[in-house]
């Protein structure tokens, strides 16, 4: 069922997350992240779309502290992105990921249930010692994702791409998250499969209600399946619209060859970190 939107109680209109100013400078100058601000209302899937080494795997993962910050600010509703608040936030948020990052070697569940981590201890996630609600909550995920009780015991590496894919967000919303991190989720997967799992990934999502922040490098599937896009380029936002403005001009402006500004004297400030 899809949770109350936070955006609208107490009248007050605001962003599920907001970025303002990120800067994420890597000591050979290259500015991974240059100033950048935009915000996601509650319940969109945004689209952050940009060529190899534009910035957004360094944006989503400063999403859940896995990136550290030069600079700016990252709010998740009410609550800013600080060392105090980092734990709290990450229950918040689950990842999927590009190359599936699933544990090969160990079952369909394990790796489904591994993604209660921020909610059971340690030792029992490495122990396979789940609690019964999570159990029940792992069958009823999987179901969702179109696999069923036979994948339950089989390895993870006996599936195909696709299924894998699948487990990854079983995996994801095994805890319910209010913000889903997509890193291009289909980028290992042929154009067929592709759709479909970004189909699954934005109705699991909308029935949710969660925000989904995804990065793709294909504009067909952004424009397809993004709410929105924010376009990167070497860690700026070049373009920020519904699907319908990406034009070809805006197109032409992420994609053209025109190296990247960089300043090798650029002074590494490490003002924040939250790990
Ligand atoms: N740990 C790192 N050390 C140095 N440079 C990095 C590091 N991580 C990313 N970068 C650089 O930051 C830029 C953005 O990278 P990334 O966020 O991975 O882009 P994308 O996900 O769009 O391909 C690239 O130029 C990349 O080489
Ligand atoms: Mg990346």
């Known amino acids: 069922m899809a949770r109350a939107n936070p955006a609208l109680v107490g009248g007050g209109v605001q962003p599920h997350l907001s970025f303002t100013s990120l800067v994420r400078r890597f000591p050979d100058g290259v500015r991974a992240l240059d100033d950048v601000s935009f915000d996601v209302p509650n319940g969109e899937f945004c689209v952050v779309l940009g060529r190899s080494g534009s910035g957004k795997t360094t944006l989503l993962r400063s999403v859940n502290g896995l990136t550290d910050l030069d600079g700016g600010t990252i709010r998740m509703g009410e609550t800013e992105m600080s060392r105090a608040t980092l734990r709290a936030i990450r229950r918040r948020v689950a990842m999927v990921h590009q190359s599936f990052d699933l544990v090969e070697r160990a079952s369909v569940a394990a790796n489904v249930l591994s993604g209660a981590v921020a909610e059971a201890p340690a030792w029992r996630v490495h122990l396979g010692w789940y609690p019964d609600h999570l159990r029940a909550r792992a ?133 924040r970190s939250y790990a």
């Open 139 to 271: 069958c009823a995920v999987l179901h969702r994702v179109g696999l069923d009780e036979i994948h339950l015991p089989r390895r993870a590496a006996a599936l195909s791409g696709g299924q894998q894919q699948r487990v990854g967000i079983a995996r994801a919303l095994l805890l319910d998250p209010e913000v889903i991190l997509a890193d291009e989720p289909v980028a290992s997967l042929d154009p067929a499969i592709s759709r479909e799992i970004l189909t699954l990934l934005r109705d699991v999502a909308r029935e949710r209600g969660a925000t989904v922040l995804c990065s793709l490098h294909q504009t067909d599937l952004a424009r397809e399946f993004g709410d929105r896009i924010v376009g990167m380029r070497h860690g700026r936002v070049m373009f920020d619209g519904p699907p319908a403005r990406f034009d070809a001009a805006a197109e032409a402006a992420l994609y053209e060859n025109t190296p990247a500004v960089v300043s090798p004297k650029a002074p590494v400030a490490r003002e």
